[in-house]
Nanobody, 124 residues
């Protein structure tokens, strides 16, 4: 089992920045691929960024590419999402997720472990 706890959400003006953190506990964090999803009201959950267990491979959705950066610190059992140039359409609940591999990037399966989510609201 892996337990995930997100933090860092909040209210920010358009053009601003936020950094989300996801602290993991339980089984060996460094062996898991990690990801950030988000879900806006009335919309489906969307994969926005993912990172492989050694951190050498990353994936970004087109909607956030060039603005968001995913990173991980295996010594601290933490994955981060640096969000810059935020837009009102980035408003959503952001979820951290973990899986044994990046198989979920294809969209056919979902990660095994999820956090409870953190709200990000971007005002115009």
């Amino acid at each position: 089992q892996v337990q995930l706890v997100e933090s860092g959400g909040g209210l920010v003006q358009a053009g601003g920045s936020l950094r989300l953190s996801c602290a993991a506990s339980g089984r060996t964090f460094s062996s898991y691929a990690m990801a950030w999803f988000r879900q806006a009201p009335g919309k489906e959950r969307e994969l926005i960024a993912a990172i492989s267990w050694p951190g050498s491979g990353t994936y970004y959705a087109d909607s956030v590419k060039g603005r968001f950066t995913i990173s991980r610190d295996n010594a601290k059992n933490t994955v981060y999402l640096q969000m810059n140039s935020l837009k009102p359409e980035d408003t959503a609940v952001y979820y951290c997720a973990a899986d044994a591999s990046l198989r979920f990037v294809a969209g056919t399966v979902t990660p095994d472990y999820w956090g409870q989510g953190t709200q990000v609201t971007v005002s115009s």
